[in-house]
């Protein structure tokens, strides 16, 4: 079955210490997207990619850094994770961007915990 | 600045019928999601509308109202397993989507 497929689904890291979450697709989408979601809040975008052309959002900080390095995966980066970086870390899909009918296909998730 | 907004959470029986609002205010408007979210787990895709009007997809339905920026998301027959969060969302005129933050929805026996 096509998907997006996230690992780790569970990530620990120390506080200031690097990590990397991963996301894979097999849908063949040209649109990737990061969201960060934290408890009962709404998703926040953090990035997307259309092709290989990277949008960053205005408001994301500059800790958090990402990479395509192909249509399948796309990586998250972020440098020094602090408390607040602790999170739900969402990878989506779409097949295309300025279509409006087109819903993001999610994966499972990353759940980042930072002590 | 950009608004979409739900109730925080809802109760309802299993069998009953239950409807969860969403008002927005956004630059443009390019179509209404309604996404479903299991507590720790990804959101996934329950309905689009564009057009005013009901949208129905078995006991799920979703309407919109454009002039009002209203839609709403019915589910019918509850299950147990509708106990969820369910999030509206929407395309603004940079096709970018603007989430709200979700309604909790209780199921009670």
């Known amino acids: 079955d096509a998907m997006v497929i996230q690992n780790p689904r569970y990530q620990v890291t120390q506080f200031g210490k690097p990590v990397t979450l991963s996301c894979s697709q097999t849908?063949?989408?040209?649109?990737m997207y990061w969201y960060q979601q934290k408890s009962s809040q709404a998703p926040k975008l953090l990035f997307h990619?259309?092709?290989?052309?990277?949008?960053n959002e205005a408001d994301t900080p500059d800790n958090f850094q990402s990479r395509r390095p192909n249509t399948s995966f796309c990586f998250l980066d972020i440098r020094s994770p602090g408390l607040g970086d602790a999170a739900m870390y969402l990878c989506?899909?779409?097949?295309?961007?300025?279509?409006?009918?087109?819903?993001?296909?999610f994966g499972p998730g990353t759940r980042l915990t930072v002590t | 600045g950009q608004n979409i907004d739900q109730p925080t959470e809802m109760t309802a029986t299993e069998g009953a019928i239950v409807q969860i609002n969403c008002t927005y205010q956004t630059s443009g408007f390019n179509g209404l999601f309604w996404y479903q979210q299991h507590a720790g787990e990804a959101p996934t895709f329950l309905s689009y509308n564009v057009l005013d009007g009901l949208e129905e997809k078995g006991r799920f339905s979703s309407f919109l109202s454009r002039s009002k920026g209203y839609s709403y998301l019915l589910l019918k027959e509850l299950q147990m397993k509708d106990s969820a969060s369910y999030l509206c969302a929407v395309k603004d005129s940079n096709y970018q989507l603007i989430w709200g933050a979700g309604t909790k929805l209780i199921i009670k026996p």
């Open positions: 849908l063949n989408h040209n649109v």
């Open positions: 990619y259309y092709d290989k052309d990277f949008n």
């Open positions: 989506a899909t779409s097949s295309r961007w300025a279509d409006s009918s087109y819903e993001q296909y």
